[in-house]
């Protein structure tokens, strides 16, 4: 399930502040950040982003 777009406009990562790419398509939804360094992918659950930095997965 796809995350609305104005929702996506609004959103911005918790450690950088960057944009989020939505990736809630996927088998394993996750928004992921889109700024240099940060990279932080978090997950979403039941069609809500969980937007907690300890909650993030770390780039590989």
């Known amino acids: 399930m796809a ?3 104005g929702l996506l406009e609004i959103l911005a990562c918790p450690a ?3 944009p989020l790419d939505d ?3 996927a088998d394993s939804p996750e928004l992921v950040c889109t700024g240099d360094g940060c990279s932080l992918a978090y ?3 039941d069609g ?3 937007l907690l930095v300890d ?3 770390r780039p590989a």
């Open 3 to 5: 995350l609305e777009a």
């Open 55 to 57: 909650e993030a997965r």
């Open 43 to 45: 997950p979403v659950r």
């Open 23 to 25: 990736r809630s398509a």
């Open 16 to 18: 950088c502040h960057s």
């Open 48 to 50: 809500i982003p969980v």
